[in-house]
T-cell receptor
Framework: AQSVTQLGSHVSVSEGALVLLRCNYS??????LFWYVQYPNQGLQLLLK??????LVKGINGFEAEFKKSETSFHLTKPSAHMSDAAEYFC?????????????FGTGTRLQVTL | DTAVSQTPKYLVTQMGNDKSIKCEQN?????MYWYKQDSKKFLKIMFS???????INETVPNRFSPKSPDKAHLNLHINSLELGDSAVYFC???????????????FGPGTRLTVL
């Protein structure tokens, strides 16, 4: 079985500060990992994904994440937070299931950006 | 052009009623999904269809019945609605090579279901 754990249900940073959202995974097979963002009253949008190519993955809106097998982590970072980054962020692990792909999500981290 | 669309966006209904939520994708994907997001924002997969064939069926009450008339549509019908069914339901789709597990799932805007 696969799972992800997101540490911190709520993270608050000042505008311009570093954003660090933590995600640890558990998987019996090499994992495929995703970060999605959900803005208020909207659906989920892919930020980035790790699919066993480069361990440092760059995504949209200046976000990146590094896959660290030794630490079973896939933390999301952004050097400088912007007010528009305020949203809910979900880490997810993927398991192929026949001809579908089952995403198992973490419990989410709400990012608040203050002036 | 909306990639994955859902109707309705909001649905308020009484306990015991039957309701449907419709989903359509114009991305040409073969695989579609339904997820449920509860009041604590926890997202859990319910069903997945590939080219009209049921692939994933999680532990969901049989009051929930997905129907896929063609590969661009995946509707969710719910019988005898209960208070606990109140949630946001998201439809998603991905490419047909989803068996590798790497495909991006594209999500619809969600349907907020409130059962009174």
């Amino acid at each position: 079985a696969q799972s992800v754990t997101q540490l911190g249900s709520h993270v608050s940073v000042s505008e311009g500060a570093l954003v660090l959202l933590r995600c640890n995974y558990s998987s019996s097979v090499p994992p495929y990992l995703f970060w999605y963002v959900q803005y208020p009253n909207q659906g989920l949008q892919l930020l980035l994904k790790y699919t066993s190519a480069a361990t440092l993955v760059k995504g949209i809106n200046g976000f990146e994440a590094e896959f660290k097998k030794s630490e079973t982590s896939f933390h999301l970072t952004k050097p400088s937070a912007h007010m528009s980054d305020a949203a809910e962020y979900f880490c997810a692990v993927s398991a192929p299931t026949g001809t579908a792909s089952k995403l198992t999500f973490g419990t989410g981290t709400r990012l608040q950006v203050t002036l | 052009d909306t990639a994955v669309s859902q109707t309705p966006k909001y649905l308020v209904t009484q306990m015991g009623n039957d309701k449907s939520i419709k989903c359509e994708q114009n991305l040409g994907h073969d695989t579609m999904y339904w997820y449920k997001q509860d009041s604590k924002k926890f997202l859990k997969i319910m069903f997945s269809y590939n080219n009209k064939e049921l692939i994933i069926n999680e532990t969901v009450p049989n009051r929930f019945s997905p129907k896929s008339p063609d590969k661009a549509h995946l509707n969710l019908h719910i019988n005898s609605l209960e208070l606990g069914d109140s949630a946001v339901y998201f439809c998603a789709s991905s490419q047909d090579d989803a068996q590798w597990g790497t495909d991006t799932q594209y999500f619809g805007p969600g349907t907020r279901l409130t059962v009174l």
